[in-house]
């Protein structure tokens, strides 16, 4: 990359945070009204961010399987490579319940929007109290018909590798006992795994049809961690 092209991509990269941060401060009132309407606001900043990266980057996406998201409540365990995962659920979802990593509740006002939204915060160091939690907050979520999104690898990984799949998803399959779709991507093609750059093209989101509530643990993990491997893997090597 040259100068001007890395001057450009630093320009870009603030806009969108001055866009961010924009939105974030005038949505402040939101925190004093019900939560529907912080859950509005965090909706319609990712669809405005969304806009942003195909205007600004060139970097448009894909929708597969829309057909096998069920009515009612249900899970969504996808695969994660990049910070535009995150801002893809909850645009695509009116009022997705996040599990997020509990350190970004102390994020400057994204994170009292989260808090206010009834995102999910899950403390991975406070183990079953935790899970309890997570559980407890997940009941909630599902009594609200609200779509449960969780990444089971619990961070960002890189193209072609594979994190180890965490409890959290498991617990909520079992105590929930709502479906969870399985859905595959190939944002790392065109997102730093760990970073802001991008670069452009089309990212592919595949829902998967629904693994029904009912299963065992053991079965659920192997089918739920095969289906999002192997699909994924399809992406990428498309």
Known sequence: MNMKENFYSITKTGFLIFITMFIAIIGLP????????????IHNWSKIMLFLFRKLDNLDWEVI????IPRGPFIVASKHQSIWDTVFFTAFFADAAMVLKKIIIFIPFYGWHAIKAKMIWLDRGAHSKA???LIKQGEECSKNNRPIIIFPEGTRSAV?????YKSGISALYKFLGIPCIPVALDSGLYWQTKGLGRNP???????????PSGLSRKDFER???EIIEEETNLLINK
């Not at 939101?30 to 606001?41: D, E, H, S």
């Not at 399987?65 to 096998?68: A, D, L």
């Not at 093209?201 to 693994?211: C, N, R, T």
Request: hydrophobic share 35%.
């Open 131 to 133: 899970l309890k939690r």
């Open 160 to 164: 072609g590798e594979k994190g180890e």
């Open 223 to 225: 089918k739920l961690e």
């Open 201 to 211: 093209g089309k990212i592919s989101v595949k829902f998967m049809p629904a693994i």
């Open 65 to 68: 399987g829309e057909e096998n």
């Open 30 to 41: 939101c925190l004093f009204l019900p939560r529907k309407y912080t859950a509005m606001l």
